[in-house]
């Protein structure tokens, strides 16, 4: 069963040692748990795979310290410089052209490579004094909900890693915004997430198409765009996204013991109701605020997956304006 390691120096030594040695550990990032190996290190790299059940034509994302590190692993553009410059360390995955440097296996053979600087404290200590950049996909088994925080990763692939390097919970919940700006005049939101379309846009003076879930607008040839494999988030329980409206009134009409009642905000309507149905009706925040929604989202997924409900109705948003699409877009693939 995995260990979790604080995260003083003496550990993140210990994780730099069990690196250097081909391991394979979890790390926390600000979006989401990491399952991180050498990425200069193939066969390191091909254990992520294995440990993950993940198909190796899904590559991974790199992870840096800098802007200049970056620079050894792929080309940067100019509208790659000025995103790094707004966003690093941050939630914003570039994809650019590779260097020969990066292993096949971490791009599944594509010839642009996904790269991200972390701000995370704990994950940053442990870049810096690495002499390599790490390979990382969130650490959850292919398929099911990403982990925010160190337990997640226990329970899903305890017997399978030895450490997990604990630290600050991931502040953000859920994944990095990925772009694809090999075409600086036609620049891609494959992912969206915390760094919204208006960010991008302000901070690189162009507008980016948004094309996720778009298989035919394929950024290669044969390869589906980030998370368009099926079910890429999913819970055990079948998810169902509904009007708040449609969940009251199934709460007051068609209730049943097997379904969880997801809201975004704590109910403050027919409080005599909620109290009866207590045990199956949740909320992601107390005032419906954006980010702490998004903080919570995959833990309450999990709490409530435990539970064996046969299904999660979960509220939707009025709008699929900034931050909101990226959570829209999570729940979508964990629907069903
Ligand atoms: O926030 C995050 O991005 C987290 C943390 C750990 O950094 N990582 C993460 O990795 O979400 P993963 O592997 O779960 O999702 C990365 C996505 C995959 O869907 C993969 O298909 C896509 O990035 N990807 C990686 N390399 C790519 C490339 N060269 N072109 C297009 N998509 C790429
Ligand atoms: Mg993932």
């Known amino acids: 069963m995995s260990k979790l390691l604080s995260p003083n120096s003496k550990n993140i030594e210990f994780c730099k040692t069990e690196l250097e040695n081909s391991q394979v550990l979890a790390v926390p990032t600000e979006t989401v748990f990491g399952l991180a190996a050498n990425a200069l290190d193939p066969d390191a790299v091909r254990k992520i795979f294995e440990i993950k059940d993940r198909p190796l034509i899904d590559p991974l994302i790199l992870h840096t310290t800098s802007i200049e590190e970056a620079k050894l692993y792929c080309h940067l553009n100019l509208l790659s410089k000025k995103l790094a410059s707004c966003f690093w360390p941050g939630p914003l995955t570039l994809v650019?052209?590779?260097?020969?440097?990066?292993?096949?296996?971490?791009?599944?053979?594509?010839?642009?490579?996904?790269?991200?600087?972390?701000?995370?404290?704990?994950?940053?200590?442990?870049?810096?004094?690495?002499?390599?950049?790490?390979?990382?996909?969130?650490?959850?088994?292919?398929?099911?909900?990403?982990?925010?925080?160190?337990?997640?990763?226990?329970?899903?692939?305890?017997?399978?890693?030895?450490?997990?390097?604990?630290?600050?919970?991931?502040?953000?919940?859920?994944?990095?915004?990925?772009?694809?700006?090999?075409?600086?005049n036609?620049?891609?939101?494959?992912?969206?997430?915390?760094?919204?379309?208006?960010?991008?846009?302000?901070?690189?003076?162009?507008?980016?198409?948004?094309?996720?879930?778009?298989?035919?607008?394929?950024?290669?040839?044969?390869?589906?765009?980030?998370?368009?494999?099926?079910?890429?988030?999913?819970?055990?329980?079948?998810?169902?996204?509904?009007?708040?409206?449609?969940?009251?009134?199934?709460?007051?009409?068609?209730?049943?013991?097997?379904?969880?009642?997801?809201?975004?905000?704590?109910?403050?309507?027919?409080?005599?109701?909620?109290?009866?149905r207590k045990g199956q009706v949740f909320w992601l925040s107390e005032n419906g605020s954006i980010e702490i929604i998004a903080k919570n989202l995959y833990n309450q997924l999990r709490i409530i997956d435990k539970m064996r409900f046969d299904k999660i109705l979960v509220e939707n948003f009025e709008t699929n304006e900034g931050f909101k699409s990226a959570l829209i877009d999570r729940l979508k693939k964990a629907a069903d």
């Open 96 to 184: 650019l052209p590779k260097k020969s440097i990066v292993p096949d296996i971490v791009t599944a053979g594509l010839k642009s490579v996904a790269i991200r600087c972390p701000y995370h404290p704990t994950l940053r200590k442990l870049l810096k004094i690495l002499p390599f950049p790490l390979a990382a996909p969130s650490a959850n088994p292919f398929g099911y909900i990403s982990p925010t925080k160190a337990e997640h990763v226990k329970e899903s692939l305890g017997p399978k890693i030895k450490y997990i390097l604990d630290g600050d919970p991931c502040k953000i919940g859920i994944e990095s915004t990925i772009v694809d700006i090999r075409d600086s």
């Open 186 to 276: 036609n620049p891609k939101i494959l992912r969206p997430g915390p760094i919204t379309q208006s960010m991008l846009e302000n901070a690189g003076h162009t507008s980016f198409k948004n094309i996720h879930g778009n298989p035919k607008s394929n950024p290669d040839n044969g390869f589906l765009g980030p998370g368009l494999l099926d079910n890429h988030y999913s819970p055990k329980a079948s998810l169902k996204l509904i009007r708040k409206s449609n969940i009251i009134s199934s709460l007051e009409t068609n209730f049943d013991h097997k379904t969880a009642y997801l809201f975004h905000a704590k109910p403050t309507i027919f409080p005599e109701l909620i109290k009866q």
